[in-house]
């Protein structure tokens, strides 16, 4: 039996993972840990939680007694650290955060493994390692910079992140590698493009565009909306790195991409006509609409959602203007590739959150308002 130390699962994609590979792999033992960030929900995995198979502990990665101890009462095979702050606009608005627990987060858990997995030392003076361990950091495309409207990022692109979050990314990754390089310790490391699906923080696109629809509220693009990004299902994500930390190759980096490249405009317009289509497919969906006024036959209306909810505001500071993954290497060495495509992930993402409107109103309690008005009032 394995055990895993998953950090960051009351996240977002963090929480799928679990999921994914709890519902995979019958003999695992998770414990999730996560210092529960206004990112990081209970109520996320709270279903998963059965105290045999999935225990929580609520803890920041930075703690080096509380890591120290839960290797010692846990004997971790594999640990899987997703714990990030995750969002661009706020690495803006206040780096210093960013970096610590990006960075030194990182750092903590690698010197953490490194204290409990070695056995001794082998003839050079490099560690010997436990049999089976595996450390793996959850990355992002975003540490190879921003793309022109030509090109794709592999792994051998040069790490040009431009971004206060995405230089933490990219710091380390950086610390992982030598890590490798110089202990020999087993790391891997997943270059994610841009994820969407269930249990979306709605401070991120596809889902804040979902939240202001069903509200009625005025849909924020920045700049002219023109930027790219790379849009993969979130299900695809947790498969690859199922597959890559149970690859047995160590020090290798894969860049994980759904081969769907769409401009904000294109993934806002599809949103609201994808939104709209479903509410006239079921009209039961119409009860979550904030906006109820109604036609001569009594029926919730909804010929206003449509393009002109659209607002350009803003441009972000320093937008990256495109990201686009070259998969090729995960594909070819691990027989990975994007299994859900975009006209069905977005189906699936938007009738979750019709279905789901209690997480949603549970998540954004406390600061999300405050957020909303000072990051958007801005622009
Ligand atoms: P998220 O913001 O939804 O979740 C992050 C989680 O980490 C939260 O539960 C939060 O409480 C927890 N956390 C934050 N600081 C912590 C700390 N100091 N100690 C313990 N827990 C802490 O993020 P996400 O979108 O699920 O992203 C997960 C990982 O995947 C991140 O490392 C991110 O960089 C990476 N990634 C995200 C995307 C994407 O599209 N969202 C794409 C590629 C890679
Ligand atoms: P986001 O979901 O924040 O992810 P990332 O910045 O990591 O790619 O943003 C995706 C794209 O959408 C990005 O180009 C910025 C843009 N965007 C908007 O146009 N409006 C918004 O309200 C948000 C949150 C993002």
Same mark, same amino acid.
């Given at each position: ?63 080096? $007694? ?17 714990? @990030? ?27 953490? @493994? ?7 030392? $082998? ?15 959850? %990355? ?52 994610? %493009? ?47 790195? $199922? ?67 659209? %607002? ?7 937008? $990256? ?59």
């Amino acid at each position: 039996m394995k055990t895993y130390l998953v950090t960051g699962a009351a996240g977002f994609i963090g929480a799928n993972y679990v999921k994914y590979i709890l519902a995979k792999h019958e003999d695992i033992r998770v414990i999730v840990l996560d210092a529960l960030t206004y990112a990081g929900n209970l109520g996320t995995i709270k279903n998963d939680l059965d105290n045999e198979r999935c225990f929580f502990v609520r803890g920041d990665i930075c703690d080096r $007694d509380l890591i120290d101890h839960l290797f010692t009462e846990y004997k971790f095979d594999y640990i899987i650290n997703f714990a @990030a702050e995750s969002h661009v606009d706020r690495s803006i608005e206040n780096p210093q955060l960013f970096l610590t627990t990006n960075i030194l987060g990182t750092q903590n858990l690698l010197d953490a @493994a490194r204290r409990a997995w070695v056995v001794g030392k $082998d003839e050079f003076g490099y560690p010997k390692w436990t049999k089976g361990i595996r450390f793996h950091q959850v %990355s992002t495309d975003e540490v190879y910079g921003s793309l022109g409207a030509e090109g794709y990022f592999t792994e051998t692109t040069p790490l040009s992140p431009r971004s206060p979050y995405s230089a933490s990314k990219a710091s380390a990754d950086m610390i992982v590698m030598a890590y490798m390089d110089t202990y020999k310790l087993p790391v891997t490391i997943s270059r994610c %493009s841009n994820n969407y699906g269930p249990y979306h923080f709605p401070e991120k696109l596809i889902p804040l565009i979902i939240k202001n629809i069903l509200e009625g509220k005025k849909l924020p693009v920045y700049g002219d909306g023109a930027n790219i990004r790379d849009w993969l299902y979130v299900e695809d994500h947790c498969k690859a790195i $199922d597959m890559i930390v149970n690859s047995n190759k160590d020090g290798e980096v894969y860049n994980v991409g759904g081969h769907n490249e769409k401009t904000n405009l294109e993934i806002v317009k599809i949103t609201i006509a994808t939104v709209r289509r479903l509410m006239e497919e079921n009209p039961e969906y119409r009860k979550v609409l904030k906006k109820r006024e109604k036609n001569e036959e009594g029926e919730i209306m909804i010929d206003w959602i449509n393009d002109d909810l659209i %607002s350009f505001v803003k441009d972000r500071l320093g937008h $990256d203007f495109r990201y686009a993954i070259d998969p090729t290497k995960i594909t070819e060495t691990l027989g990975w590739t994007p299994e859900t495509p975009f006209e069905e992930g977005i189906v699936k993402t938007i009738e979750w959150y019709l279905n789901n409107q209690d997480w949603v109103a549970e998540v954004t309690t406390g600061d999300y308002q405050n957020y909303y008005e000072q990051m958007y009032k801005k622009r």
